[in-house]
């Protein structure tokens, strides 16, 4: 019993304890500043108990304004990113594998890569329309380079002798990317997919600036920026911080998984 | 049939760190033989072998595997690498490591289990299937690493060093396995070693390469009595006289120092 | 590249979408033309470049080590992890305004949202290459007496480098992408974000200029890479020439360009 | 409005500064018509004449030039009332309205519809999705009473925040019914589309709605009492100057605006104000009650200083 | 001085892989000894070698290094890993290579060069310095690892399979090496092999392990007439005899299949 208690604490030091007190120096900061550009963290929690989670129980304590504006950010996130990471996977994979692929590509993705998604509205939106398909396009076309870059790196890097080994037993082109390349490339991938994580919350609130929006935590952010509701934006912020954290602790349980051989190949300790 | 004619290979061709790894060597393995290479170290077997298994191109001269000029893989071969840790794929179990290439047999899933299982039974592994490769010691890597090449049952198959990190005892058994299993299924070998006693008891022919760059220096018809057993054919007198004949050429030809 | 354009191109002709709201390649090629040889966007040019130049090293200075930090002491990771993954999801676009209160609207907030986004990627990509590191190699120089740090320095860092460049090369497009979407939301003065949403304004909206704009900051984009690539291809000349070493392996192709 | 200093402007400039606490402001100010007045007073030297020494920085919205009022990089912004009372009720701002800006004038904002658009009177509007270019601001509370006035029912209309250059598009392929146009876009809509007017949201009871002002805080105003005061007089002297004379403006414009010359010569101007009038002020207060945009009332005449101006 | 005393290790204790790899051993080694183990393969030595370098933490029992519990690796040790491909730094060249742990010692660099030098001329590598390891054969990467142990002389050596990968001649030149060095430098060398000829050939003493998990069998003290030589030593009878002996203790003690 004690043993346990004794390894809570620990893990609750370990991990917690840093941001408990760094949390307890910001209502104590901002309550002296008086700012109303930076409410207590208490204010904010309290707005962000009102806007979203007084709900029905049964609704998981949702609030109406949480249904509608928090599950489509999560859909648009999800959707965005799941299309981000294959094209970036596969994109990656014909980069770092094929010289024809290389050439053919290389320049337009280095060229696409550096443009600002903001200097393009007019363009997503003459190609796609409003709505949906638009912002799905901007999260996509957004997140996909960490993942495309790093994947490109992993398939590049594959010890040799892996190749050879694929080469020598003649398997197939097939084969050889869906057993050796990609194992190997998966922990490097892995980082752009992490990167991508909190990029594609980050691109939905973008997306969601976009014209003809109507709903979405990003929607509610800039309404609250533009009438000057502070807390609301801070609960907008806070709320996105919360669900990045989360999003990632469940992205690391599936790392985990997934790569259990090489953290344990590697001596490494998660 | 296995022919290399006027082989040649260089490094780096033109660059600061330029080699001549082998030079104008001209070997033929006859179906069904085994045929032992052994040779000073850095002296280019490896890099023959990397030749006849397609993995790199000659810069002159050429190899025929079957009367056709290998520029691929040829079908049907297999490698035991020199390296044999980093050639197994460490996210892929023992068992799915060494079932991996039979999957281009077209061997449906229970089938392929069922033969990398009694490869690794073979090597003296039968536990080790559900392992992962770096659970495994150095020596046990390097069978795996055989199990994988006998389990796949190729027509010629080509080892570099394969038992060069297990003991006396197991490295017997490997010998003589290796010898029954050509044997059974008929296949082409050829093995490098730098065990000289090795090379006579398992070789049919034994081809003693020169110091980079390599080419064949000498070439030893093996004819001791089958079948061939680790006490007896070991004191027969033609064994030692051939290990000694083989020594000599060896270091006959390796750097002095 | 080309084909691209032509594409585009094509699209414009072809009426598929409106010329008005999406000029075709050519225009905007020559507008992007005309824009090289106007000082007025020379300037704009210049202002962003030092935001972008500023933000992004300022960002590899933070992040490698922080990234070397927390890829190697575990419980500094465990520690500060629920505040960094909590800062990595605020949109920087909700951070204007409190930085521009705090710290002031000039160079220095887009430097500093420069450097807010563009660290991550170099932080992510260093933890990860730190766990690619071959243990074996951190053994053998810690079994010399090397301490963490100098296993660190010697063994880890440059093993992980490539990786961490990589997440270099896109860092940098990330903080391209920042300093320009900065100066379209909030940027005064110079700036090519500046110069894109005056063109913006417009009535009609000077598309041409927008998009030659953009053309201007994704061919920036693009040398800034070739740059990149190149100096990876002379720091890494071992990592290529290694993984190219077996190059013919028609899989392995693509390496080190 | 009594004035307390009625010294002519040359007068308090020949006295060198005339006691100003501040001769060089830097003052915030939108790439619109609106802030013309600022410009005209720049261009006229008028804030010269009371010993100021103006400075614009061209900022792309009013909400991002507070945090610069707040930490001090300028001293004044020139701002849409609906924000500014907004942040004032929500205590980011203590706010000072320095003086008037701008009106709606007739056909300076439009409601237009595509020429083969069924919506044909204001009625047709109920149901359809109309462009602002931010939700909740001044667009939407001047529509709105004109639509009650109009027997429209104001909730039926969907809005949707689309920037100033995704308009036209956003309109042409179909994705608004009609499209909410502030000048120039109502001449250029109406001239290359041949777009038709539906609506004057700035007619009936928002005719002549104040739209912006020039703001500065509380605190910089108690500080600065006198330099707010000739601050105001320039700009009010500048409006008078613009009333009827087009030509002033038109010069201007192309400085801080997109606007070139030719289009100078045939936007529609909003009224710039020459004096500052509470009354016509406090009714955007209480539209902004009545919406529910503001947690309590706001007694505008107390955030106002009395125009000193001729 | 270095004891061991009742060791353990089980790797992945509770999980499904558990493995009991070394069971209560003990063993002493004098100072300046030459201590050759052999046993099966896959019994445990490359972990009793990773214990003693500090390398990793036993589950039971102490290693004591001059009666100093080991905890970190000890000061002045070298190890020359089974995986020498995998302990050579790729990014270094073959000099940087065995250069690099002298700065340890705080060699200036003109010093380490020099030694780094030399020590490669020892192991028969005179002209490698400059090259790249994945440029080298297995058996001179092998070298490579060895003259990087030698060259840091050590006071306690750790060897895994030292030869493991050079031809017949280099092994016997680098045999003599090791005798050399130990004689000149008054190391302690602990060395696995599973060549029973070498660990009687250079051993002072040979201490044969049983199949996993390990615990010593056999001890045998070595006691041929000194200097060793390969031709005369090999034929002294007690040679033949301790040979025999150690043969017939390692193959009472491998798995049978
Ligand atoms: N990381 C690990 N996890 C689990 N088991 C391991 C691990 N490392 C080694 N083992 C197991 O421990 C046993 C001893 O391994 P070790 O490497 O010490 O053997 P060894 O005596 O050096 O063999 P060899 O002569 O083949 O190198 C082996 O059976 C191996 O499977
Ligand atoms: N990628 C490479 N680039 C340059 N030189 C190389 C390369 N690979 C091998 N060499 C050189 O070619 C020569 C032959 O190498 P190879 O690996 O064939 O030797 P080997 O006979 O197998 O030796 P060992 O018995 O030590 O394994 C060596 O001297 C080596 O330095
Ligand atoms: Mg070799
Ligand atoms: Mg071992």
Redo the contacts with the bound molecule.
Sequence with gaps: MSAVMGRLARALASRWLLLILLVAAWEWGTTIAGSAFFPPPSTIVTRMHAMWFSGPPERLFLTDLAVENVLPSLGRMAGGLAGGAVLGVALGLALGLSAKAYDYLDGVLQFLRAIPPPALVTVFLVVFGFGLRMQLAFIVFSIVWPVLLNTADGARSVEPLHLNTGQVFRLSRAQRISLIVLPSALPKIFAGLRLALSLSLIVTVFAELLPGTTNGIGFQLTVAYSTFNLPAMWAGILLLGILGYVLNELFLVAERRVLAWHHSAQRVEV | MLEIENLTHI??GGGP?E?H?IDGLDLKVADGELLCIV?P????????LRSIAGLISPTGGQVKVDDVLVKQTPDNLAVVF?DYSRSLFPWMSVADNVALPLRRKGFDRRKRRAAAQEALESVGLAEAGRKYPFQLSGGMQQRVAIARALAYRPTLMLMDEPFGSVDAQTREDLEDLVLEVRRLHQMTIVLIT?DIDESVYVGDRVVVLSK?PAHVVGDLNVALPGPRDQITTREHPDFVHLRAEVGRLVRGHTVAH | MLAFAALFEALGRAGLVDIGFLPPTSVILWRAGELLVDPAFRAHAATSMLAWAIGLGAAALIAVPLGLLLGSVRLIDAATRAIVEFLRPIPSVALIPLVALVIGTGLQLRVTLVIYASLWPILYNTMYGLRGVDPVAKESLRSYGFRAPAVLWWVSLPSAAPFIMTGFRLATGVALILTVSTEIVAGRGEGIGVFIYFAGIAVPARMDDIMAGVVWVGLFGVVVNALLVAAERRLFAWQHARLG?HAGAPVAVGAGR | SGGTDTASPQTSAAAGNGGLEKTELKVAALPAIDSAALFVAIDQKLFEKEGLKVTPEVVQSSPEAIPMMLNGEIDAMFGNYVSMFQAHDQGALKLRILAEGSRAAPDSLSIMALPDSPIKSAKDLEGKTINVNVLRNFQELALTQVLKANDVDPAKIKYVAVTFQNIMPAWQKGQLDAAYLGEPMVTAATSSMGARKILDPASGPAAEFPISGYIGTQEWYDKHPKTAAAFQRALHNAAKMMENNREVVANVLPNFTQIDKDTAATVTFPYFSSSDNPVRLQRVADWMLEAKWLTKEIDVKSLMSPTTSG
């Design positions: 490094y780096g760190n080699h790894a040779g170290s850095g002296c280019g077997k490896s890099t023959l020199q730098h980079a | 070493a």
